[in-house]
């Protein structure tokens, strides 16, 4: 079966990074977006980021461009995303998720999620 698997998540200060990877098993990975979601308590699930299927198309949330970057590597099926400048408000269960070609900012346009990793940004 489909699995997505993030990791890299923790605590770090405010101006930091991290990075998150996202390893996926159980589909044909050249042939799917993937997207980054985020979602605090309370709240929708928020796109953050997404990558097109060849890894030739990237769209962001305005919150995030010129600080976060996503990337793909289709040989080891795997999607990252680097997260630089790292806000308070950045605090959220940080998902990956996969769907067919195109990328999508609605999260229930996704078939595949990950179970999440939690990033938490201290001031």
């Known amino acids: 079966q489909v699995q997505l698997v993030e990791s890299g998540g923790g605590l770090v200060q405010a101006g930091g990074s991290l990075r998150l990877s996202c390893a996926a098993s159980g589909l044909t990975f050249n042939a799917y977006a993937m997207g980054w979601f985020r979602q605090v308590p309370g709240k929708e699930r928020e796109f953050v980021v997404g990558v097109s299927a060849s890894g030739g198309s990237t769209r962001y949330a305005d919150s995030v461009k010129g600080r976060f970057t996503i990337s793909r590597d289709n040989g080891k099926n795997t999607v990252y995303l680097q997260m630089n400048s790292l806000k308070p408000e950045d605090t959220a269960v940080y998902y990956c998720?996969?769907?067919?070609?195109?990328?999508?900012?609605?999260?229930?346009?996704?078939?595949?999620w990950g179970q999440g990793t939690q990033v938490t940004v201290s001031s």
């Open positions: 998720a996969a769907r067919p070609s195109s990328i999508q900012v609605s999260w229930g346009l996704y078939n595949y």
